[in-house]
C-alpha cells in the first residue's frame, strides 16, 4: 500500500549571494522609495506597498538571486525568464497582508530584505484546500508531512532569499507580532521556453 503524491506545487528557494554586503542599501532604498511617497498604495496590503517599480538595486538583487538559481540547477527547460514587476513592502508591527494571488502572472516571488522573528510568515492555501478539505484534514500527521497535504503551510522568512511559486497560488503574510519593521519586495515572473 502507498500514497502517491501527485500534482505538486513547488515553491522554489535561493539565497541571495553576500547578502550581508548590500542587506543595508536595500533597506536605505525602501526607506527612500517610501519618504518620497509616504502613502503608498492599497493592495493586500495593511502596511506599506510602493508603486510599480521598474529598475534599482532591489531589482537587481532579485535579478541575480534568479539567474543564480536558473544556471545552478537543470529544473526548467527556459530560454530566459522576466521580472514583469515588482514593488516594496514595509510592513510595522501588527501589519499584515491579506490572503491573495496574482491573475496572470506566472509566478510571483518575494526577497526578504529584513524579517525580525514574529514579523510575519508567508501563508500558502493549498489549491485543493476546497475540493479536499474533508480528506485532508483526516490524514494523520505523518500522512501530511510525507505527502506535504496540508490545507494551509507557513513559510517562515528566511533573510537574504528569494522564494518564488505559481501565481495562482493563493498566499497571505502573517501579522508583524515583532517590535521591529519588516521589509520585503514582491514580483511576477515569465519563463520564455523554445518549446
Request: hydrophobic letters at 35%; one cysteine or more.
Amino acid at each position: 500500500m502507498s500514497i502517491i503524491p501527485l500534482f505538486p506545487t513547488n515553491i522554489h528557494h535561493v539565497a541571495v549571494d553576500n547578502y550581508s554586503d548590500i542587506k543595508a542599501d536595500l533597506i536605505g532604498f525602501v526607506d527612500a522609495k517610501k519618504v518620497a511617497d509616504p502613502k503608498g498604495i492599497t493592495k493586500s496590503n495593511t502596511g506599506w506597498h510602493s508603486e510599480l517599480l521598474n529598475s534599482g538595486i532591489v531589482l537587481n538583487t532579485i535579478n541575480s538571486a534568479l539567474i543564480k538559481f536558473f544556471n545552478n540547477n537543470n529544473y526548467y527547460n527556459i530560454q530566459n525568464f522576466e521580472v514583469t514587476s515588482h514593488w516594496l513592502n514595509v510592513n510595522r508591527p501588527g501589519d499584515t497582508n491579506v490572503l491573495h494571488c496574482h491573475p496572470g502572472a506566472q509566478m510571483s516571488g518575494v526577497l526578504w530584505i529584513n524579517t525580525p522573528p514574529e514579523s510575519g510568515d508567508l501563508i500558502f492555501e493549498s489549491p485543493n484546500a476546497y475540493n479536499q478539505w474533508e480528506v485532508m484534514k483526516n490524514y494523520t500527521n505523518e500522512i501530511r508531512q510525507q505527502t506535504l497535504a496540508y490545507t494551509v503551510f507557513d513559510f517562515t522568512p528566511d533573510e537574504g532569499s528569494v522564494v518564488f511559486f505559481p501565481g495562482s497560488l493563493y498566499h497571505a503574510v502573517g501579522e508583524n507580532k515583532s517590535n521591529d519593521v519588516r521589509y520585503s519586495a514582491g514580483f511576477n515572473l515569465k519563463l520564455w521556453s523554445d518549446t
